[in-house]
């Protein structure tokens, strides 16, 4: 299992590199607006799966 503190950096990591990911649609594309529809998909996606993800040992009340 994942720690928090490793987790939390895991969290960040994948939504840095969604992120950037969203730039690079952006900067080939020069549409902005699909920045903020990525980053908003981001969030949802990233936040509902580490929502889920067991972290410990077996599940616990934050599932």
Known sequence: MISG???LAGIALL???TIAG??????RTGNA???????TFA????????ALWPMGLG????Q
């Open 5 to 7: 503190p490793a987790a």
């Open 15 to 17: 939504l840095s590199i």
């Open 22 to 27: 969203g730039w690079l649609v952006q900067h």
């Open 33 to 39: 607006g699909r920045v903020d529809t990525i980053w």
């Open 43 to 50: 969030i949802g996606l990233v936040g509902a799966a580490s």
């Open 59 to 62: 599940p616990n009340a934050r």
